[in-house]
Protein backbone atom coordinates (compact mmCIF):
# COMPACT_ATOMS: atom_id res chain seq x y z
CA UNK A 1 0.00 0.00 0.00
CA UNK A 2 1.21 2.85 -1.15
CA UNK A 3 2.01 5.99 1.65
CA UNK A 4 -0.29 9.00 1.48
CA UNK A 5 0.58 11.86 -0.82
CA UNK A 6 0.27 14.71 2.17
CA UNK A 7 3.02 12.79 3.62
CA UNK A 8 5.34 13.73 0.93
CA UNK A 9 3.71 16.88 0.78
CA UNK A 10 4.89 17.81 3.98
CA UNK A 11 8.80 16.27 3.52
CA UNK A 12 8.53 18.89 0.29
CA UNK A 13 7.52 21.66 2.13
CA UNK A 14 4.21 23.02 0.62
CA UNK A 15 1.14 23.07 1.68
CA UNK A 16 -1.57 22.25 -1.19
CA UNK A 17 -4.42 24.35 -1.34
CA UNK A 18 -5.47 22.04 -4.13
CA UNK A 19 -4.44 18.41 -3.18
CA UNK A 20 -5.81 16.63 -5.82
CA UNK A 21 -3.29 18.12 -8.04
CA UNK A 22 -0.73 16.70 -5.82
CA UNK A 23 -2.87 13.24 -5.81
CA UNK A 24 -2.36 14.03 -9.87
CA UNK A 25 0.95 14.80 -10.59
CA UNK A 26 1.51 11.31 -9.27
CA UNK A 27 -0.73 8.76 -11.21
CA UNK A 28 1.05 7.43 -13.67
CA UNK A 29 -0.99 6.78 -17.32
CA UNK A 30 -1.04 3.11 -16.59
CA UNK A 31 -4.04 3.94 -13.53
CA UNK A 32 -6.16 4.95 -16.44
CA UNK A 33 -7.51 8.30 -18.49
CA UNK A 34 -7.00 10.39 -15.42
CA UNK A 35 -3.14 10.62 -15.25
CA UNK A 36 -0.25 12.72 -14.73
CA UNK A 37 0.79 13.80 -18.62
CA UNK A 38 -1.21 17.17 -18.91
CA UNK A 39 0.79 18.05 -15.85
CA UNK A 40 4.11 16.99 -16.98
CA UNK A 41 3.69 18.76 -20.20
CA UNK A 42 2.96 21.80 -18.19
CA UNK A 43 5.89 20.89 -15.77
CA UNK A 44 8.11 20.74 -18.41
CA UNK A 45 8.05 23.96 -19.94
CA UNK A 46 7.91 25.52 -16.52
CA UNK A 47 11.22 23.64 -15.57
CA UNK A 48 13.14 24.41 -18.60
CA UNK A 49 12.04 28.46 -17.97
CA UNK A 50 13.24 28.28 -14.18
CA UNK A 51 16.58 26.77 -15.17
CA UNK A 52 17.78 28.84 -18.46
CA UNK A 53 16.52 31.79 -16.38
CA UNK A 54 18.97 31.10 -13.79
CA UNK A 55 21.75 30.42 -15.95
CA UNK A 56 21.06 33.16 -17.94
CA UNK A 57 22.01 35.23 -14.94
CA UNK A 58 24.64 33.14 -13.69
CA UNK A 59 26.59 32.73 -16.81
CA UNK A 60 26.47 36.34 -17.99
CA UNK A 61 29.08 36.04 -20.94
CA UNK A 62 27.83 32.65 -22.21
CA UNK A 63 26.69 32.10 -25.86
CA UNK A 64 23.83 30.71 -26.41
CA UNK A 65 24.85 27.45 -27.05
CA UNK A 66 26.35 27.09 -24.47
CA UNK A 67 23.41 28.07 -22.05
CA UNK A 68 21.34 25.49 -24.29
CA UNK A 69 23.97 22.81 -23.82
CA UNK A 70 23.85 23.46 -19.91
CA UNK A 71 20.47 23.78 -19.56
CA UNK A 72 20.04 20.05 -21.57
CA UNK A 73 22.49 18.61 -18.89
CA UNK A 74 19.63 19.96 -16.30
CA UNK A 75 16.36 19.07 -17.69
CA UNK A 76 17.58 15.72 -18.95
CA UNK A 77 15.83 12.49 -17.80
CA UNK A 78 18.23 10.87 -16.06
CA UNK A 79 18.81 14.36 -14.12
CA UNK A 80 15.64 14.29 -12.81
CA UNK A 81 15.30 10.70 -11.90
CA UNK A 82 18.39 10.98 -9.66
CA UNK A 83 15.97 14.60 -7.85
CA UNK A 84 13.24 12.22 -8.03
CA UNK A 85 14.83 9.32 -5.76
CA UNK A 86 16.65 12.48 -4.21
CA UNK A 87 12.82 13.54 -3.00
CA UNK A 88 11.74 9.64 -2.53
CA UNK A 89 8.97 9.63 -4.96
CA UNK A 90 9.14 6.10 -6.00
CA UNK A 91 7.23 5.58 -2.77
CA UNK A 92 4.30 7.94 -3.55
CA UNK A 93 3.43 6.80 -6.78
CA UNK A 94 0.40 5.58 -8.51
CA UNK A 95 0.60 3.23 -10.24
CA UNK A 96 -1.15 0.54 -12.70
CA UNK A 97 -0.93 -3.38 -11.58
CA UNK A 98 0.98 -4.16 -14.67
CA UNK A 99 3.54 -1.32 -13.65
CA UNK A 100 3.51 -2.16 -10.53
CA UNK A 101 4.54 -5.76 -11.20
CA UNK A 102 7.43 -4.59 -13.42
CA UNK A 103 8.74 -2.38 -10.81
CA UNK A 104 7.51 1.18 -12.66
CA UNK A 105 8.13 2.76 -9.26
CA UNK A 106 12.43 2.44 -9.70
CA UNK A 107 12.05 2.95 -13.59
CA UNK A 108 14.07 6.58 -14.83
CA UNK A 109 11.36 7.47 -16.97
CA UNK A 110 8.35 6.89 -14.78
CA UNK A 111 9.85 9.31 -11.95
CA UNK A 112 11.23 11.82 -14.00
CA UNK A 113 8.03 12.10 -15.54
CA UNK A 114 6.71 12.43 -11.86
CA UNK A 115 9.55 15.48 -11.04
CA UNK A 116 7.84 17.36 -13.72
CA UNK A 117 4.50 16.70 -13.06
CA UNK A 118 4.66 17.50 -9.66
CA UNK A 119 6.64 21.11 -10.83
CA UNK A 120 3.47 21.44 -12.96
CA UNK A 121 0.91 20.89 -9.85
CA UNK A 122 2.77 23.50 -7.84
CA UNK A 123 2.52 26.26 -10.45
CA UNK A 124 -0.89 25.95 -10.80
CA UNK A 125 -1.54 25.62 -6.72
CA UNK A 126 0.90 28.69 -5.83
CA UNK A 127 2.30 30.19 -8.95
CA UNK A 128 5.91 31.28 -10.57
CA UNK A 129 7.92 32.27 -7.56
CA UNK A 130 6.75 29.51 -5.37
CA UNK A 131 7.47 26.75 -7.85
CA UNK A 132 11.00 28.42 -9.43
CA UNK A 133 11.76 28.53 -4.99
CA UNK A 134 11.55 24.83 -5.32
CA UNK A 135 13.09 23.54 -8.18
CA UNK A 136 16.48 25.86 -7.93
CA UNK A 137 16.48 24.43 -3.79
CA UNK A 138 16.52 21.00 -5.76
CA UNK A 139 18.99 21.98 -8.39
CA UNK A 140 21.20 23.78 -6.39
CA UNK A 141 23.77 21.62 -6.06
CA UNK A 142 23.88 21.08 -9.77
CA UNK A 143 23.52 24.20 -10.57
CA UNK A 144 26.61 25.47 -8.20
CA UNK A 145 28.68 23.06 -10.30
CA UNK A 146 28.43 24.04 -13.39
CA UNK A 147 30.99 25.69 -15.36
CA UNK A 148 30.88 26.86 -18.83
CA UNK A 149 33.48 24.71 -19.89
CA UNK A 150 33.72 21.46 -17.86
CA UNK A 151 30.46 20.56 -17.16
CA UNK A 152 29.01 20.03 -20.81
CA UNK A 153 31.06 16.73 -20.76
CA UNK A 154 29.92 14.58 -17.65
CA UNK A 155 32.78 13.41 -15.38
CA UNK A 156 33.69 9.96 -16.94
CA UNK A 157 33.99 11.57 -20.16
CA UNK A 158 36.32 13.38 -19.09
CA UNK A 159 38.46 11.64 -17.56
CA UNK A 160 38.28 9.32 -19.94
CA UNK A 161 40.11 11.88 -22.36
CA UNK A 162 42.17 13.06 -19.88
CA UNK A 163 44.08 9.93 -20.19
CA UNK A 164 43.30 9.30 -23.69
CA UNK A 165 45.74 12.75 -24.02
CA UNK A 166 48.20 10.97 -21.84
CA UNK A 167 47.72 7.52 -24.55
CA UNK A 168 46.96 5.92 -21.38
CA UNK A 169 44.51 2.87 -20.14
CA UNK A 170 40.82 3.73 -19.31
CA UNK A 171 39.75 3.89 -15.75
CA UNK A 172 38.37 1.08 -14.78
CA UNK A 173 34.35 1.14 -12.64
CA UNK A 174 34.24 -1.83 -9.65
CA UNK A 175 30.89 -2.00 -8.09
CA UNK A 176 31.84 -2.24 -4.52
CA UNK A 177 28.36 -2.82 -2.86
CA UNK A 178 24.52 -1.93 -3.17
CA UNK A 179 23.34 -0.57 0.22
CA UNK A 180 19.22 -0.23 0.91
CA UNK A 181 16.13 -1.47 -0.23
CA UNK A 182 15.35 -1.97 -3.54
CA UNK A 183 13.45 1.64 -3.80
CA UNK A 184 16.01 3.11 -2.31
CA UNK A 185 18.91 1.93 -3.12
CA UNK A 186 22.87 3.63 -2.99
CA UNK A 187 25.60 2.55 -5.14
CA UNK A 188 29.61 2.44 -3.75
CA UNK A 189 31.70 2.52 -7.10
CA UNK A 190 35.68 2.41 -7.17
CA UNK A 191 37.23 4.21 -10.09
CA UNK A 192 40.43 2.35 -10.94
CA UNK A 193 43.26 4.42 -12.93
CA UNK A 194 46.95 4.20 -13.49
CA UNK A 195 47.81 7.37 -12.86
CA UNK A 196 46.69 7.21 -8.86
CA UNK A 197 47.70 4.55 -6.37
CA UNK A 198 44.27 4.16 -4.75
CA UNK A 199 40.64 3.91 -6.26
CA UNK A 200 38.63 6.76 -5.56
CA UNK A 201 35.36 6.57 -4.23
CA UNK A 202 31.46 7.51 -5.39
CA UNK A 203 28.33 7.21 -4.22
CA UNK A 204 24.64 7.57 -5.83
CA UNK A 205 21.58 5.90 -6.11
CA UNK A 206 22.10 4.65 -9.66
CA UNK A 207 25.39 2.74 -10.71
CA UNK A 208 25.86 5.42 -13.25
CA UNK A 209 25.35 8.45 -11.12
CA UNK A 210 28.18 6.22 -8.49
CA UNK A 211 30.49 5.72 -11.18
CA UNK A 212 30.31 9.83 -12.41
CA UNK A 213 30.97 10.70 -8.79
CA UNK A 214 34.29 8.41 -8.70
CA UNK A 215 35.27 9.56 -11.83
CA UNK A 216 34.56 13.42 -10.36
CA UNK A 217 36.64 12.58 -7.90
CA UNK A 218 39.32 10.76 -9.94
CA UNK A 219 40.00 14.16 -11.74
CA UNK A 220 39.92 16.23 -8.99
CA UNK A 221 43.05 13.99 -7.82
CA UNK A 222 44.81 14.40 -11.11
CA UNK A 223 44.24 18.08 -11.91
CA UNK A 224 45.62 18.38 -8.36
CA UNK A 225 48.84 16.27 -8.56
CA UNK A 226 49.25 17.94 -12.46
CA UNK A 227 49.22 21.60 -10.77
CA UNK A 228 51.52 20.54 -8.29
CA UNK A 229 54.08 18.69 -10.60
Keep these: MKKPVSELARRLGHAFKDESLFELALTHRSCGKRNNERLEF ?3 SVLNFVIAAD ?3 RFPAAREGQLSRLRALMVKGETLAEIARELGLGDYLRLGSGELKSGGFRRDSILADAVEAIIGAIYLDAGLQ ?3 GFVLGWYEKRLDELDLDGSIK ?3 TRLQEFL ?3 RLNLPDYELVSV ?3 AHAQTFNIQCHTV ?3 NPTQGQGNSRRQAEQNAAKAALMQLRQEVSRG
Excluded: P
Aim: no cysteine; net charge negative.
Design 55 to 57: LYQ
Design 130 to 132: TVE
Design 154 to 156: DSK
Design 164 to 166: QSR
Design 195 to 197: LLD
Design 179 to 181: EGE
Design 42 to 44: LGD
